[in-house]
Structure formats: structure tokens, C-alpha cells
């Protein structure tokens, strides 16, 4: 239904609706994302790996929001008024590493959002101590430490090189003609080792494509998520395209244009109000419309993405790169590049035509001042929501993705994202200082040397990648020339995996079994045409007899 709708056989269909439903639908079929968790340590116990401890939601809710760093405009009008008084030298602000992270107040709606989230922290608190003298715990950091097992590698690569002047490709654990210190740095990286689902399946995978006769394909999984792909992955191009049109029509930032799809065809009326209180309230519909969708298309997508990524890690890389050849990730930057704190403070409900006000009890009438009042909410979380979504799957899309993090640098998104951390809520300013920290490297000195409260918050909130040298720009990694291969490489496995798991014939045709039987092949059953069996005389005559076939250069090749 959304593709027909998006091609314009069926322009007809409430999408909204449509939406909510295949959005709930799936949420339903395929489980929520705290059943998603659950799944990965089960999973993760089956592949002999340890279970995670740390779930993001659980982490967010016990995080303090903090209080955005003052932009360029905000200081020049904190500096107009004492212009004329005297000392007005000594009032200049100037960023520093050293002060606490976001420190300049916001408005009302941050401050009940802060007071929210600090009310819900002080009550998981325990009592304190009744004894004077018992030492207070030293603040740490919210997320565990990371390392990566290619982390390792490079690092004892580069102190063999360095001290020994060799190397041992594979060889984690031999440390023969290195130092104390290096030795102890192994030790703590071998600590904060992590492996995840998705190395293990893409070895796995490796193994396959080297080994096709020996490490063959194990049976399929008769999961949701299995069963879901399965029926989709040849159309899931056009799937993804349609959503983003109507995500792009949906987005506050677009301007309506000619040729763009009618997203409002079950919202507007066939005569078009002729009050002022009919005028507000089609305006109210519209935007909370336009807001749904929003939130159905971002809750959908982000839950596709976590569900493939637990089935298969090229499931979800194949989704991936449709999104990503779709301009996904500019239409989340276009977006958010918006007054951001409007958007997620925008009152388009009325609490009087809402469910189930609107059901029970007696209605009051509605009045311009009923509709202009709005809710007594001083921020939408329906809004809030659909942003945290877009901010995750936008992470999900660009990490460990060198060529999609320079899309992010080459669409200018820090100042976009920079504008995004105004909003005073722990889980949102989390996912927008990943997008930061992945892309530091890129933005140059300047940018970290007049960014570091920006630089010190996510020290403090974004879990560390030890030898992860995010903040200096060293990464060689980073070498421009290998981002084209780096997608295609990754496309190349995503297809073979595809043809060979879901492909019609089911294998590679080049690796099946040969009858070589000559008995069997010769007493096999075949259907000649018609023509053939009227004509066959004729073919005999004109392609054996007649022609001259030197069989010494048959037998030689």
C-alpha cells in the first residue's frame, strides 16, 4: 500500500493510518526493542560469548540531562545589555575544558525536562549512610570501556614494529621483546575486550564464502525477523524509498512543492473552513498529522534496523545501503536543521477532542481559547520520540562507516546537531554526541580547540573506545582513498550473501553436483518442441552431415 500510494496509483489511501498500523503490526510480529536485548544475550549464550550487563535504556534514565553550550549568538545577546555598563570587559564568557559541560540555563520547557529526569534519578538513589565518617563514592563514567579485537591487532602491529621489527599476523597473546609498559597496556586492552554478534557472523560468513564444501550453509532460522526478510529483501529498495518520500514530505523543513505526494489527502476537508475556529483546528490537524507519520516512519525503521541486525549482520547492512542510496542521512539532517526546541515544544493537541476525553463524560465547547491553550505538557514526547529515533538510526547507519561519517562532515551536520543539544534530555543528547564524537576527527583543530564543553561532554556521556584517538584525528583508518572500496567491499558480501541464502536456486549453480553417469544422463526424460520433432531431419542434414567437424581440435579443447 505505501508503494502504490508513493507512485500515484493510490493516492486515495489514509497513510497515517496505514503507517500506524504496519508500524504496530511489525512491533507486534517481531517484539519490542527491550525483547530485542533479551534476544542478543540469548544469542550471545549460544555463540559462547558473554552476555551484556548494560542495557541504554536502563543507563539514560539514571543520566543527567545537561544544559547546551551557549552558541555565538546567545553570548552576543547575553553581552548587549551591559554594553553601557561599566566593567562590561569582565563579562565576556569564554569556554573552558575545565568548567562542567553545558552550564548556561535554558528555558522553562528544559528545566521541567531536567527536573523530570532529576526527580527520577534522586528516587533511584539509595538512603545514605547513617555513619559520618563513611567515605563517598568518586563519581565514574556510565558506560563500561570497549575494545575492538581489530583495536588489539593494530596495537601490537605497531609495538612489534616498533621494538621487535616484526610481525605475527593472528598472534594476540605472544609479547616476547616488548616492555613492561606495553605488556601492561595488553593486559588492560585484553580486559575491556568485547566481540560482538555481528564479528562472529561475519567470520562465519568468510568461512563460508573460502570453504563452500566443507563449511556449508546451516539450516535457516524460523524466526519473525527470518520469515520478514525472506518475503521482502527483493523489493525492500523501493519499501525504503517510498517511507523516505513520505518521511520527506512529513518533515517540518519541507516546503511544499508541486511534484512531491499528498500526505494530507484524509486531513483536509472537501470545503475548506470558512471560521477562524475551523482555520485553527485544520492547522492543528495538519501538523499533529504530519507528526504522527513522522513518528510511525522513524519507530518502523529504527525497529527493522535492530531486528535485522539481531538476525544477520548483512541483513541489516543491506537495509543499510538502501537507506544510505535512498539520502537518508541528509533528509535526518534536513530535518533537524530546524528551531528544534519548537519543534519539540509544538502543541498540536487539544486535550478536549483527545482519547478518551473525547468519548466519556460531557464535551465542553470548543473554543479558539481551548485550541490556543493546548495541553498542559510543556514539551511533546511524541515529538521528542520521533527525534531520538532519527538521531539512532542515523548512528546506526554512519558507525564504523568512515565514508558515510565524511557525509556527515561534507553536510555540515555539527552545527546542525550542536543546535539539537538545546534540548535537555539525556537519551537525545547521548545519540547527538555519538554523531559528534565519530566525526571530531574530521573537523579540525579549531573546531575541538572552541567546541570543549562540546569536547568534555562526551568524554563524559559517550562510552570510551580505548586507543580510540576521536579528539586528535590520527586514525589511518581515515584515508580518503578508501572509502569507495570500504562500500564497495561491503556491498560485494551483502549480495553474495543474499544470492546464496534467498536466491531462487538456492546455491551456487557452479558448485552442485554433476551426474556423470552416462546411463543416467542418456535415460533422462526430455520434452523436444514441436518444431523440432516436424524439422529434425533438416537440422541433422545441415548441422552434422554436412558440416565438417575436425575432432582432433574437439578432443584438444
Excluded at 497515517?16 to 517481531?30: A, C, D, P, R
Excluded at 548494560?54 to 534514565?61: I, P, Q, W
Excluded at 548512528?395 to 562532515?409: A, E, G, I, Q, Y
Excluded at 572552541?450 to 568534555?456: A, D, G, V
Amino acid at each position: 500500500m505505501v508503494t502504490k500510494f508513493c507512485s500515484g496509483s493510490a493516492p486515495h489511501f489514509p497513510m497515517k493510518k496505514v503507517l500506524l498500523l504496519l508500524w504496530k503490526t511489525v512491533l507486534t510480529s517481531l517484539g519490542s526493542l527491550d525483547e530485542v536485548h533479551k534476544w542478543k544475550n540469548q544469542k550471545r549464550a549460544d555463540a559462547d560469548l558473554p552476555p551484556l550487563t548494560e542495557d541504554t535504556h536502563e543507563v539514560c534514565k539514571s543520566m543527567r540531562a545537561a544544559s547546551p553550550p551557549a552558541s555565538a549568538a546567545d553570548l552576543i545577546e547575553q553581552q548587549l545589555p551591559k554594553r553601557n555598563m561599566r566593567g562590561s570587559k569582565k563579562n565576556l564568557i569564554k569556554q573552558s575544558s575545565l568548567d562542567d559541560p553545558f552550564e548556561n540555563g535554558d528555558d522553562e520547557i528544559t528545566k521541567e525536562i531536567e527536573a523530570m529526569i532529576g526527580q527520577e534519578e534522586d528516587d533511584r538513589l539509595p538512603p545514605p549512610s547513617p555513619r559520618p565518617d563513611t567515605p563517598v563514592a568518586s563519581k565514574r563514567l556510565p558506560w563500561t570501556p570497549k575494545v575492538r579485537q581489530r583495536d588489539l591487532e593494530s596495537f601490537l602491529e605497531y609495538s612489534r614494529a616498533k621494538f621487535v621489527g616484526l610481525q605475527i599476523p593472528g598472534d594476540l597473546n605472544s609479547l616476547a621483546g616488548l616492555p613492561q609498559p606495553i605488556h601492561e597496556g595488553v593486559k588492560v586492552l585484553k580486559q575491556h575486550l568485547y566481540t560482538s554478534l555481528s564479528e562472529v557472523q561475519i567470520k562465519r560468513e568468510e568461512e563460508i564464502t573460502k570453504n563452500p564444501l566443507s563449511r556449508p550453509e546451516t539450516e535457516l532460522p524460523n524466526t519473525a525477523s527470518e520469515i520478514l526478510y525472506q518475503a521482502m529483501w527483493n523489493n525492500l529498495p523501493q519499501y525504503m524509498i517510498a517511507l523516505l518520500k513520505i518521511l520527506l514530505a512529513a518533515a517540518p523543513t519541507s516546503k511544499a512543492k508541486t511534484d512531491s505526494i499528498n500526505i494530507l489527502a484524509d486531513v483536509l476537508p472537501e470545503e475548506m473552513p470558512t471560521t477562524v475556529l475551523q482555520s485553527m483546528k485544520l492547522g492543528i490537524d495538519v501538523n499533529r498529522h504530519k507528526e504522527v507519520i513522522v513518528k510511525a516512519i522513524s519507530g518502523l525503521l529504527l525497529l527493522l534496523l535492530k531486528h535485522f541486525k539481531l538476525s544477520h549482520i548483512y541483513q541489516f547492512e543491506y537495509m543499510s545501503q538502501h537507506l544510505v542510496f535512498a539520502n537518508c542521512i541528509p533528509l535526518v539532517l534536513k530535518f533537524f536543521n530546524q528551531n528544534i526546541m519548537s519543534y519539540v515544544s509544538a502543541k498540536n493537541n487539544v486535550p478536549v477532542l483527545d482519547y478518551p476525553n473525547f468519548v466519556i463524560g460531557e464535551q465542553p465547547e470548543l473554543t479558539a481559547e481551548n485550541l490556543e491553550s493546548g495541553d498542559e505538557q510543556q514539551f511533546c514526547w511524541r515529538n521528542i520520540f520521533s527525534c531520538i529515533n532519527l538521531l539512532r538510526i542515523l548512528n546506526k547507519l554512519t558507525k564504523w562507516k568512515h565514508s558515510r561519517t565524511m557525509m556527515l562532515v561534507v553536510f555540515k551536520s555539527a552545527p546542525i546537531l550542536k543546535r539539537a543539544l538545546k534540548v535537555k534530555h539525556a537519551m537525545m543528547q547521548l545519540y547527538v554526541l555519538k554523531l559528534l564524537k565519530m566525526q571530531t576527527k574530521y573537523l579540525g583543530r579549531q573546531w575541538r580547540k572552541s567546541n570543549m564543553k562540546t569536547m568534555s561532554a562526551i568524554y563524559q556521556k559517550v562510552r570510551h573506545r580505548l586507543n580510540d584517538d576521536w579528539a586528535y584525528g590520527n586514525d589511518m583508518d581515515a584515508r580518503p582513498w578508501d572509502f569507495q572500496a570500504e562500500e564497495c567491499a561491503l556491498r560485494a558480501c551483502v549480495d553474495h550473501f543474499n544470492n546464496r541464502r534467498y536466491s531462487s536456486n538456492g546455491s551456487d549453480p557452479e558448485l552442485k553436483p554433476v551426474d556423470n553417469c552416462l546411463t543416467s544422463v542418456l535415460g533422462q526424460y526430455i520434452e523436444l518442441a514441436p518444431e523440432f520433432k516436424d524439422n529434425y531431419e533438416k537440422w541433422i542434414e545441415r548441422e552434422v552431415f554436412t558440416t565438417q567437424i575436425d575432432w582432433d581440435q574437439v578432443l584438444k579443447h
